[in-house]
């Protein structure tokens, strides 16, 4: 499995996402780890260094790049871009994982050949979807923390570079869908995300990013009827 972890000031997060990493029960010489950090202006860059080295001394493959801000989508493009496993783990590093989640989404999409994309469960406050029970067959993923199938995500191009942060990840789920592929919710693969400090909470970058991509959504695939409400 190769792993994306893009980050951008994000020193308070390292020590905890990469201890979660070492209790993941899954054979260490199995991932590859590549930070991907945007520019970041506090100790990110000097503390993922640290953090490669030890991941690399415990069995790990790791490796870390640095790059201007382009934006979430672009730079987990580049976190995936030198990998060749048939997998691949899109996550936010302000989360820790439980130790069977990588075991279980992985053991799910081995015998799923109809999807491209499974989505970890999230806690405390669990990413609100619509999906089917049985089946986990939803409409679209949140890649806080995401499996794809590479040759899908490959297949359509990656991440839109027109998306800076938000909404990315229902783009490429349009674009997976429209390829033929299935995207699944996975309840049983956990991890707890701390980007929230109560449910329905909404942050300044996340309503306008999310109001841009809802705009760009509708001029890329909607009908006269959509694109007509987009503002000039």
Known sequence: VDISVVTYDSSKWI??????????????????????????????????AGAVR???????RAGM???????????HNAGLEGGRADYCLVTNIDLVFEPAALSRVVSVALADPS???WELRQKPYEHPKYYD???????????????????AFEQVGG??????MYGEDVELSYRLRR??????????A???????????????????????????LRLKYGGWRQMALVPV
């Open 65 to 75: 790049r640095s790059q201007a801000n382009l934006g979430f989508g672009a730079g």
């Open 15 to 48: 020590d905890s996402f990469v201890a979660s990493l070492e209790a993941l029960a899954y054979p260490r010489e199995c991932l590859h780890v590549q930070f991907v950090d945007n520019g970041s202006k506090d100790a990110t860059v000097e503390l993922l």
């Open 115 to 117: 999807a491209a994309a």
């Open 133 to 151: 029970p049985v089946t986990g067959e939803t409409s679209w993923n949140s890649h806080a923390c995401v499996l794809l199938r590479r040759s």
């Open 179 to 188: 390829a033929g592929w299935l995207l699944r919710y996975c309840p049983g």
């Open 190 to 216: 956990v991890v707890f995300h701390y980007s929230y400090e109560a449910a329905g909470q909404v942050k300044p970058l996340q309503y306008t990013g999310s109001t841009f991509a809802n705009l760009y």
């Open 54 to 60: 030890k991941l690399t001394e415990l069995g790990f």
């Open 159 to 164: 991440y839109d570079r027109n998306i800076f």
